[in-house]
């Protein structure tokens, strides 16, 4: 089977597919830039909106569907993993935290259900035919993205953007992720160029877009875009010098191993390539795992709550961290997806979740085995990107611009594994499918645009949050005593929508007490605490404002909760020590100046501690 034939599909409604592959393009793309983030938000919206049209597609054929075996074992992990995702979610304590997710994060269950729904689409929608077009949309894809990014680093970008980073940020909002998405569309570019099932035409713009790729990655200097494209390059050039020689194929694979041991020792700071791959942000990332697998050790069953990392970093970070890298500085991530699912999940999370991916990894094997000639290629390319969105997760957040492809990729592994004996086997006849056709024609629309609806209230509900909170930090003037009462009522409008982002009322209860209203601002960050007593950024706020209002027993008793939530903070203890000695208390202030002196005497905190902590 060396060209591209015609392939049974499992789902009647071939107009799912567009709404899949145009869908997930425009989670890639969509920014929005009078919210006050943004990114993730559009991107959360677009892959709700995008999920809710096809669930009517999956629900109006699901008798069909469920017929086939492999569907029924996927539709199986995913599943087990919802249901798992879902029983976190109801147990973490901030709600909105775990279903909508974290600030500029938005990994919460509602992205992880959108997610689950594309990967279950594009498992019965994508077979051997329409699986081209729709690589062919992620070349396109890959190029708009590749040369938006040489634009950026050329200094020429039509969006003005805030940005702290190589100016590689693409549509997805840093260099990490700029590199992690455009690894994945060069490699599907790369398969193409061997697969001569697909016009020339196509096979010389994959060339291009590869080129394009590669010195967008490279000049966004992130590591990890480079290490994807050696990931998803050397796996596809393994299986194809495979199929042609066994000896050869193992040879490559064996080549390949030992330059990636050697790759995983240089970003480690050991051994030769030390100079070429190693960043500091490699080494800032053992310090997230290890106070994820923390808490996951003393979280065990549900963890710490569903996106809710970074309520719990800084208590379980390391005194290292700190000590280099700042005192207040936090993380809301593990970065590392499948410690972010056992740290935040809990147990069943993280199985659920690895039997899923250990399910794709199988069908892929299945495939590449059963598969021939072009056929096998194209299989071989979907999971050669598949890998690189896997080895991403691995280093990096999971990003929806980026997680959208790895879900669908594995959702078109799973439908090309399933070869023409499997698939016949267990598919009804074309009569069967003819005799529902028409009901699922009625009951199709009905479910999709029932879904489609209240996808879009509920997105619109969290637009109004963005806007709103773009308009006040845009109001914002404490020294315009004039703009007072416009920025008050802006700042209580935001605080007031329903499923506003938690630090978007922080920000602007703290705007509402810098511009003349301390006790309205005080009053909001005291119902957040009531609320979400692991609120450190409310919590240090209310110290701040407590200490400027003199009513310092209060200050103290918000700084001593802070030393609960972050015990490394010597920021937090130098001005804990300083109310003490206040309120001549000095017995408290030395014991607080010996604290400091313990683990951070060589720190500015620490001498300042040692010359003013006295009585």
Same mark, same amino acid.
């Given at each position: ?16 597919m ?9 989670? *890639?793309?969509?920014?929005?830039t ?16 995008t999920?809710?049209?096809?669930l ?7 008798k ?6 492999i ?19 109801l ?55 590749s ?19 190589n ?19 060069a *490699? ?7 697969n ?11 060339l ?13 200097d ?21 199929s ?15 330059v ?13 390539? *030390?100079?070429f ?6 080494t ?45 500085? *936090?993380s ?9 699912m ?54 990096s ?102 499923l ?69 903070n ?9 109310l ?22 060589e ?13």
């Amino acid at each position: 089977m060396s060209g591209i034939q015609k392939h049974h599909t499992d789902n009647p409604n071939r107009g799912s597919m567009r709404v899949l592959v145009w869908g997930a393009s425009s989670v *890639t793309l969509g920014i929005w830039t009078t919210f006050q983030d943004p990114f993730n938000p559009i991107k959360l919206a677009l892959i709700l909106i995008t999920a809710a049209w096809l669930l009517g597609h999956l629900l109006a054929n699901f008798k069909i569907l469920i017929k086939n075996r492999i569907n029924q074992s996927l539709i199986f992990f995913v599943s087990i993993f919802m249901l798992a995702l879902m029983s976190a979610s109801l147990v973490t304590d901030n709600k909105r935290i775990a279903f909508i997710g974290d600030n500029q994060r938005n990994n919460g269950l509602l992205m992880y259900l959108g997610l689950s729904i594309i990967l279950l689409t594009a498992a019965v929608n994508i077979n051997i035919k329409n699986i081209i077009k729709t690589l062919q949309t992620m070349l396109f894809l890959g190029a708009f993205l590749s040369i938006y990014g040489l634009f950026q680093i050329s200094g020429v970008d039509i969006v003005k953007w805030n940005n702290p980073y190589n100016a590689v940020i693409s549509t997805v909002g840093n260099p990490n992720f700029a590199a992690a998405i455009m690894a994945i569309m060069a *490699t599907v570019s790369f398969g193409l160029l061997f697969n001569s099932a697909v016009t020339m035409f196509y096979r010389i713009f994959s060339l291009l877009v590869c080129t394009l790729s590669l010195a967008s990655i490279y000049l966004s200097d992130a590591r990890q875009g480079l290490i994807g494209i050696a990931i998803g390059f050397g796996t596809f050039m393994s299986i194809w010098i495979y199929s042609r020689s066994r000896i050869l194929g193992f040879g490559f694979m064996g080549i390949g191993t030992i330059v990636g041991v050697f790759s995983i020792l240089g970003m480690l700071q050991i051994g030769p390539l *030390t100079s070429f791959l190693y960043k500091g942000s490699v080494t800032v990332r053992g310090f997230y795992w290890r106070a994820g697998i923390e808490m996951f050790r003393e979280h065990p069953m549900f963890g710490v709550g569903v996106d809710r990392y970074g309520a719990y970093f800084k208590e379980y970070r390391e005194v290292g961290y700190p000590l280099n890298y700042g005192f207040n500085i *936090t993380s809301s991530n593990a970065h590392n997806l499948p410690i972010q699912m056992f740290a935040t999940g809990g147990i069943f999370v993280g199985l659920t979740f690895l039997f899923l991916n250990i399910f794709v990894i199988w069908r892929a094997i299945k495939g590449l085995r059963s598969l021939q000639g072009n056929q096998r290629l194209l299989i071989a390319t979907i999971f050669s990107a598949w890998l690189v969105y896997q080895a991403t997760s691995f280093i990096s957040i999971d990003s929806p611009g980026i997680a959208v492809w790895g879900w669908l990729l594995a959702g078109g592994i799973v439908a090309l594994s399933k070869n023409s004996n499997e698939s016949t086997k267990q598919n009804p006849s074309s009569r069967n499918l003819k005799s529902n056709r028409s009901s699922i024609n009625v009951l199709q629309p009905i479910l999709s645009f029932t879904f489609l609806v209240t996808a879009l209230f509920f997105t619109l509900i969290l637009f109004r949050g963005e806007t709103n909170m773009f308009h006040t930090r845009a109001v914002y003037n404490p020294q315009n005593a004039a703009n007072s009462l416009y920025l008050k009522e802006s700042a209580l409008k935001t605080i007031n929508l329903p499923l506003i982002n938690p630090i978007y009322k922080i920000t602007s209860a703290s705007f509402l007490a810098n511009s003349g209203f301390p006790n309205e601002g005080i009053a909001v960050l005291e119902d957040i605490v009531s609320k979400d007593k692991r609120s450190d950024d409310a919590l240090n706020l209310l110290a701040t404002y407590y200490t400027q209002l003199n009513q310092l027993e209060l200050a103290i008793e918000k700084r001593i909760f802070l030393t609960n939530l972050d015990p490394w903070n010597a920021a937090n203890y130098l001005e804990l020590g300083k109310l003490y000695k206040a309120t001549e208390n000095f017995e408290k202030m030395n014991t607080v100046k010996n604290k400091i002196l313990s683990f951070a005497p060589e720190t500015a905190e620490g001498k300042t501690a040692l010359s003013e902590l006295t009585q």
